[in-house]
């Protein structure tokens, strides 16, 4: 069986991890801190908080910017619910919109969807595509005059929403760590960029994320840095790193924070990928990527997914494949014919609308038919740094076999 997506495990990932173990430092160390530095020196930005996951690294991102409740966040409703989930955290309410034929945020519906209560928007980057980010801040900017900032909100002494004096656009870039805006590499473009570096990932640390900031002045990416160090370990004010100085065990607690800190068993094995990632692990992905859009583009029973255009390289995360002459339910049978073949493939995403609890919420599917035709249609194929070129041959013999299986 040709599985989907299995990590990036080799002897050198193993003797990192072990030389952490042995280091004595398993927690939030040395190693978070130089993986931390590594990812700002790759993105191109002063400074990047490694945590636990994407999910956390992103709601403490609305934390920060004060969003609660009677405020609205607008995000696509082609994503998966983890981008939901964090607003519905915060006490906010999340405005869906719907999605382009890239499967990427519609900045269009974005301008339409702006209120007073719009505190943030967050585009989301799929299958390694980056959102038309720099037309959404600009969204965000011409509708400054709409903006309606928390007055009583104070955090680590200042006012972040007066400060930015619109919304935040907060990116999830969960899918394209590696990808390219303008031929720079996603990170710099949002106000803050999250990304995830989950077991399936590109780059894992298997359970992660990381933020970057790219906050205009008079924001300090040093002090915003603190804050979410400090407020990632329950707003105690110094790490186990800063408390191992001599006398230096005594520490305070500023606020009732969060826990959620990277370790060093997880930059570790980060540290691992980012070192070969621009020189193996997005070469190989973009190989098998590009092997799968020779077969399927000049075959009319397919829509091929963007890869690049003029402004945006995607990091090759998913190859998300579209039958166009397929239903839902032709789609599932698809997939099930794949599988009899010995391959393995997924669905990225069910739109939220489907989901039981955002249904239950009042989301209707009708409401946004270009992310629902997307989702009945895709299969993604499988695209990881082991899987060989006979492999993805035999990928592509399955779904085409399966495709005349159940559409004849």
């Given at each position: 069986m040709i599985p989907f997506a299995p990590?990036?495990?080799?002897?050198?990932t193993i003797k990192a991890v072990t030389d952490a173990l042995k280091s004595g430092w398993i927690t939030t160390g040395p190693r978070t801190k130089a993986f931390e530095k590594h990812l700002a020196e790759y993105c191109g930005v002063e400074k990047v908080i490694a945590l636990n996951s994407w999910t956390n690294a992103a709601e403490l991102a609305l934390r920060w910017f004060g969003i609660g409740p009677g405020d609205e966040v607008i995000i696509p409703a082609y994503t998966y619910?983890?981008?939901?989930?964090?607003?519905?955290?915060?006490?906010?309410k999340p405005v869906l919109v719907d999605v382009l034929d890239d499967f990427t945020m519609d900045p269009e519906a974005v301008r339409k969807a702006m209120n007073q209560r719009t505190k943030c928007i967050i585009p989301v980057d799929i299958g390694g595509v980056p959102a038309r980010v720099a037309e959404i801040v600009r969204v965000a900017e011409e509708a400054c005059a709409w903006f309606t900032p928390a007055v009583n909100l104070r955090v680590g002494g200042a006012n972040p929403q007066m400060r930015l004096g619109r919304a935040l656009v907060l990116s999830d870039a969960a899918h394209s760590f590696g990808a390219?805006?303008?031929?720079?590499?996603?990170?710099?473009?949002?106000?803050?960029?999250g990304f995830s570096f989950h077991a399936v990932k590109n780059l894992t640390t298997a359970e992660g994320g990381a933020l970057a900031f790219n906050l205009p002045e008079p924001f300090d990416p040093l002090a915003s840095y603190a804050w979410f160090n400090t407020m990632s370990l329950h707003g105690q004010s110094k790490d186990a790193l800063a408390k191992t100085k001599p006398?230096?065990?005594?520490?305070?607690?500023?606020?009732?924070?969060?826990?959620?800190?990277?370790?060093?068993?997880?930059?570790?094995?980060?540290?691992?990928?980012?070192?070969?990632?621009?020189?193996?692990?997005?070469?190989?992905?973009?190989?098998?990527?590009?092997?799968?859009?020779?077969a399927f583009a000049n075959?009319?029973?397919?829509?091929?997914?963007?890869?690049?255009?003029?402004?945006?390289?995607?990091?090759?995360?998913?190859?998300?494949?579209?039958?166009?002459?397929?239903?839902?339910?032709?789609?599932?049978?698809?997939?099930e014919a794949i599988a009899k073949r010995e391959v393995s493939v997924n669905v990225h995403f069910q739109p939220l609308p489907l989901l039981s609890f955002y249904k239950k919420s009042g989301y209707r599917m009708e409401d946004f038919p270009n992310a629902y035709i997307h989702y009945s249609r895709e299969i993604s194929l499988p695209v990881y740094f082991d899987l060989s070129d006979a492999q993805v041959d035999t990928v592509i013999a399955a779904v085409k076999a399966s495709v005349q299986e159940v559409l004849g």
């Open positions: 990590p990036r495990i080799d002897d050198r619910c983890a981008t939901a989930n964090i607003v519905m955290h915060v006490g906010a390219r805006i303008h031929d720079k590499p996603v990170g710099a473009q949002a106000d803050i960029t006398g230096a065990w005594r520490y305070d607690v500023e606020a009732a924070g969060w826990k959620c800190n990277m370790t060093d068993i997880q930059a570790a094995i980060g540290q691992v990928e980012l070192d070969r990632y621009d020189s193996e692990t997005l070469p190989r992905r973009k190989a098998i990527c590009e092997r799968y859009q020779e075959d009319d029973r397919f829509i091929t997914p963007l890869l690049k255009d003029k402004d945006r390289e995607s990091s090759y995360h998913l190859y998300m494949l579209r039958v166009p002459a397929a239903s839902e339910a032709d789609r599932d049978a698809i997939i």
